[in-house]
């Protein structure tokens, strides 16, 4: 903090910024001791002439000011933005044309109001991209936009935000409730039944909402089928499995392992037409269970994605144990999920995630590399490690 | 975007970050041309090795990833975190104490399922220090925390936050329905009275909202006040003035200056204690008034600070008018807003601030320096200028 701090001293020298930079020193230098204003003592610009990138520079230090304050505040806006777009399709749509406002407005029937404020808005946030000013000016998709936002593109992540801008928008607005109650904030809060026993009564809704984490998780089980060491294993089985995803990615990469999904009995038919379609069934196999009724399929590996974080301390415990007799000795226990470093302050979304546990579930609660090394010490499990995969996300592993 | 694709080229190659870059390769490097995998033509480090900035680099480029558009899809869950936080008074309660996640949990009320989840996330963002690690740890303000988060500071944003945790995050909610209908999505579609129409009903209440536009308002008035050329101008008069804080802020630097905060009646007593409190009585007069029933107080410089951008096109042209009739020539008409660049690509700020109008008033929207321009060009004004203040906040001048 101190080092930052002298740092900060040379925003108040104006000769610091490299031409031709974009970013602009602040209007009312402040005291970097005291936030105080610039009628203090004069503050030292040797620093400054030593730092020659101040893109970077500006990114990582500055004077007290409520900039960062003010984007988080603000950060709710684009969130919806984006969400909103997402919903109304306004990357499937785009697709590969190039619509002026007015055409791509009517297409999703909006109202003139907003269309120019709407579509500028996602090509400021760099999510649309935009050829020529003004009302004759065609939007079009960027290559992020048409690759992880076009429903119609194999690596569509889109299905998370529908979600995101149906349900948790809305239930995240009782943030305070939740904390002052410990209680879920979301359809069980309404009267409605909970989450999982609504999607399990519905199986379009089912399959729905497995696609919406699909996009989440693919990137991750990608990273894991990579920098995972199977060449001692034989057999994985994922608890959870869904639509089969991890399997598929691990089957795709090592294709002497035999892989097994194992999900409840309505979700067993849709792992079958998934991992059919991506031709892999001869590698690939379903089982049926309820993983705190049965007891989990043998294998060498057992896997669980984004499973863990959503129970109690209790029924996590009940899980690992379940892992731990399925396993043989030397076999894995891997939990995918955004793990919250073992010191709490450096994954905000491992942290926000598992606030999102409070808002869905009440005692359900994301966890640490660390947590899970105790809890699967208690179990007899003997050696440990964290493979970090992708952005939030890392795989917790626990050797028997 | 072509230029941008072949640097991410480099991101494939393990070599080029440097010994102690924190920052990972990606997991799974993807084909910049399509993000179809590794398994295609091998990439060129050659350009990778000529960038000696590993994390400049990245921040500014790198293969097709859906990493920007998760992270924005999901910032609802850390503005909500930050605006509970201000709602909460968490940073008024510690001031310049140090306190446990218990103890601290125990002054705002909260139950235990949330308290370490809640402080840790905000560690994370940076908005609290923590002392140590687990549960004895104790939290305590960043600067930035002490200085704009606690209500006792002379500094105060706060007041922003927890409007819009009260009001803006449920309405944004429905902007799915105001771009489908173009209609206001607050009080008054819920049958409530609209928000000034409310907030002049109530003083205290609009004691309180005009404190929050003041902590969002100071940096830019304080920006103006110092970069503006006063040395022509004998007299101001700041229109819908509020508590009189812009003028206060001139009248700091400019003492010269005879300034006139102009606002509806009940709102005089306000400015009036205000610029008392500041020892700025001698400077600054008030007047009280209608903006659309009575002329404007003639003065050389008529300055509106986020009044415009309140207002359908109609109306704005009522105030340009009035501005225009109270000025001599030479004088000018000043507005302050989070003015949208002239292309409308850049400002994200202006453009969900307009967005923001639509929410809270239908026809309302924000304007570019263009714009701006345009209009006041049309009533006669004959030189124009903007001058950028703070973050995403500029002056848009027009002289007669």
């Given at each position: 903090?101190?080092g ?6 040379a ?7 490299e031409?031709?930079?974009s970013?602009?020193?602040p ?18 610009c ?27 505040a ?11 777009a ?19 407005g009517?297409?999703l ?36 936009g ?26 995240w ?21 909970g ?19 699909t ?8 990273a ?24 598929i ?15 409840l009995p ?6 079958k037409?998934h991992t059919a ?17 049965d ?7 057992i ?7 959503d129970?109690n ?31 709490r ?11 999102n ?8 609660f994301?966890?640490?590399?660390a947590d ?11 050696r ?17």
């Amino acid at each position: 903090m101190a080092g930052r701090y002298v740092i900060a001293a040379a925003v108040n020298c104006m000769d610091f910024f490299e031409p031709g930079c974009s970013l602009q020193r602040p209007a009312t230098p402040l005291c970097f001791q005291c936030g105080c204003g610039p009628e203090k003592e004069p503050l030292d610009c040797e620093l400054a002439r030593r730092i020659s990138h101040c893109h970077t520079f500006w990114m990582s230090t500055s004077a007290p000011n409520p900039s960062a304050i003010l984007q988080t505040a603000f950060s709710f806006w684009s969130s919806k933005v984006l969400l909103t777009a997402v919903e109304f399709g306004v990357f499937s749509k785009l697709a590969n044309r190039r619509l002026t406002g007015v055409e791509l407005g009517a297409e999703l029937k909006l109202h003139p109001r907003g269309i120019p404020d709407f579509f500028d808005a996602l090509v400021a946030m760099k999510f649309l991209g935009r050829e020529g000013d003004g009302p004759q000016s065609k939007y079009f998709n960027t290559p992020e936009g048409a690759l992880f936002l076009d429903e119609k593109s194999p690596r569509y992540v889109g299905g998370i935000l529908v979600m995101l801008n149906a349900r948790l928008f809305k239930f995240w607005h009782d943030l305070p409730e939740a904390l002052r109650t410990g209680k879920p904030q979301n359809e069980v809060k309404h009267g409605q039944k909970g989450l999982f026993e609504e999607l399990y009564a519905d199986l379009p809704k089912l399959e729905q909402f497995m696609g919406a984490m699909t996009g989440l998780s693919r990137i991750n089980f990608e990273a894991f089928a990579d920098k995972f060491d199977f060449s001692k294993y034989k057999t994985l089985c994922d608890i959870g499995g869904a639509t089969g995803l991890l399997c598929i990615e691990v089957a795709k990469r090592h294709p002497k392992l035999k892989c097994t999904s194992f999900d409840l009995p309505p979700v067993e038919p849709i792992a079958k037409k998934h991992t059919a379609a991506a031709g892999l069934s001869g590698h690939i196999g379903t089982a049926a269970g309820d993983f705190f009724k049965d007891p989990l399929p043998k294998a060498d590996v057992i896997t669980m994605g984004m499973i863990l974080h959503d129970w109690n301390l209790e029924k996590k415990m009940h899980l690992i144990r379940a892992a731990y007799d399925a396993l043989p000795s030397g076999g894995a226990l891997v939990t995918i999920e955004a793990l919250i470093d073992d010191e709490r302050r450096e994954n905000v979304q491992g942290l926000l995630m598992s606030l999102n546990m409070l808002i869905e579930f009440g005692d359900a609660f994301d966890y640490s590399g660390a947590d899970f090394r105790k809890w699967c010490s208690e179990v007899g499990f003997k050696r440990f490690e964290v493979i970090h995969l992708s952005g939030p996300s890392s795989a917790a592993v626990a050797y028997k």
